[in-house]
């Protein structure tokens, strides 16, 4: 079973920077991609940045240039660093799981945090 718990959310002012972290236990395998996705009640999750297994990243047109999704040395932690933020940005962060082919698809995650989440403020 894999455990994921998210941290460093808050708020901040539009312009500003924030890093969100994911502690993942349990057994990870190889083939394991992680990423970041974010929710307004009004809205359907969507997904922010992955990274596979090599380190391969992909992020959604409204983050590109502003967001960086990393791993920690042991792969047991993910990052989400998140510059020059705006209140379009205000959302309920989540980090998830999946393992096989890179997906975009929330669906296609297997597990999932509660969540941590940021304010930006105009």
């Known amino acids: 079973q894999v455990q994921l718990v998210e941290s460093g959310g808050g708020s901040v002012q539009a ?3 924030l890093t969100l972290a994911c502690g993942i236990s349990g057994v990870i395998e190889s083939d394991s991609y992680m990423g970041w996705f974010r929710q307004v009640p009004w809205k359907n999750r969507e997904v922010v940045a992955i990274i596979d297994s090599i380190n391969a990243r992909t992020y959604a047109e409204s983050v590109k ?3 960086t ?6 792969e047991n932690t993910l990052y989400l660093q998140m510059d020059d933020l705006k209140p ?3 959302a309920m962060y989540y980090c998830a799981v999946g393992y096989g082919v890179p997906t975009l698809r929330t669906a296609d995650f297997s597990y999932w945090g ?6 930006v403020s105009s």
Do not use: A, E, L, W
Request: proline share 0%.
């Open 15 to 17: 312009g500003g920077s």
């Open 65 to 67: 240039g502003r967001f």
């Open 69 to 74: 999704i990393s791993k920690g040395d042991s």
């Open 88 to 90: 379009d940005d205000t």
């Open 114 to 119: 509660q969540g941590t989440q940021v304010y």
